[in-house]
Every structure is written in structure tokens, then in C-alpha cells.
């Protein structure tokens, strides 16, 4: 049922998805679908909870388990990218879709869900975990990157932009090698060579045979 009702709210929108379709395509009663969600919201809210609930089971399989902090980082835009291609309602919903304004609270209740905490405290751990280890660098603001990292997963649906320019596969990759390139820390100056010496090689620079 609810991969049905994932079907028609990703093709339709909100305001075009029928219960009756649903239920058609289903292969049950309308009755029946009305004994469990008592409304089309119900069932809208239902199916974005499994959506999430699977993209996070695919996030702890294929990112939380490397051993690098920084991998992680960059993994964890990745896979946002890739989420938004398949799954079609997870990019819906990244949108500014009026229809589905009914399924984001208000910032002010959004800052203190569980689940929106957890994630990103998450992140800052792996920030504060990178700098402790040596991969990233010192300077970081660590509360901020979980939040940069929210805004840049919207990335892929500027594409269109690039269309007939560039491969938009090129764009996100290079995207994703400059986010790496500017969290790693830096490597450590080498030791200054003394004046005197690059004087002296100057004065007297080796001639051939």
C-alpha cells in the first residue's frame, strides 16, 4: 500500500493523488485504506516516514562505517546527492513544494526534533573527531558544517542551469572535491631555508663537466 501511495504522491503531488487510485492500484479497498489512514495527510506522513526511515538505514550501511572523518563528511553529500536521484519524493520534498509545507514544522519545533538533533550532532562529532586525528582542519566551525552540508545537498536541482554547458555529473564532482579540499587540514609549512645558504648556491652554482 505504501509503496503505491509513494508512486502517486511523487507523480501527482499532494493535491492530485486520489485515494481511490491508491487503493486500485493497492489491490484494496478504499474502506480499507480509510481504516488505517484516516486521511490523505495521514497517508502522506506515513510514507515520508518510511521514505527517511530507509535512506537512514542506507546511510548507516554505506557512510557511518568508514574510518575516516573526512570521508565521512564528503560521503555524507554524496550520498545526499545520490538519494535525490533515487528516490524522486525524497527531492520533492527538498523543494520549496507548497504542497508539502504540511510535513515541515516550524524552524522553531524543526531545532528541537530528536532525530534532527541526533543528525546533526552526529556530524559535529565526526568535525571533532577529524581535527582530533589530524584530517581536518583546526579552524573548522564545527557548528556550522552540518548545516552547510543541508544547504549544498540542494546542489543537483540547479543542474538545469548548466544544461548544454557542462555534464551536471562534472559539476557535482567538482563540488565534492572542492568541499574535500577545503576541510582537510593543511599540510605543515616546510622549514625555512637559511639566507645564507641560498646565497652561497647563488655565488657559486654548479657548473657541468
Known sequence: MLDAAKQHFTRYGFKGTRLDAVA???????????LEFPDKEALLREVVDEVFRSVRARFDAEVVGLPSPLARLVATLRFAFKMLEVEPIFARLL?????????????EQAASMPA???QVDELAAWVDEG?????????????????VIGLLRHAPM???????LIAGERVLAAL???????????????PP??????????????RSP
Open 24 to 34: 486500485e492500484d493497492a489491490g484494496c479497498a478504499k474502506g480499507a485504506l480509510y
Open 95 to 107: 523543494r520549496d513544494d507548497p504542497e508539502l509545507a504540511l510535513l515541515r514544522p516550524p524552524p
Open 116 to 118: 534532527v538533533r541526533a
Open 131 to 147: 581535527i582530533a586525528c589530524g584530517e581536518l582542519r583546526q579552524d573548522l566551525d564545527r557548528d556550522a558544517l552540518p548545516f
Open 158 to 164: 540547479h543542474l538545469p542551469l548548466s544544461a548544454g
Open 176 to 190: 565534492l572535491d572542492i568541499f574535500a579540499a577545503g576541510l582537510a587540514a593543511r599540510p605543515e609549512p616546510g
Open 193 to 206: 631555508r637559511h639566507p645564507a645558504a641560498r646565497q652561497s648556491k647563488r655565488a657559486n652554482p654548479r
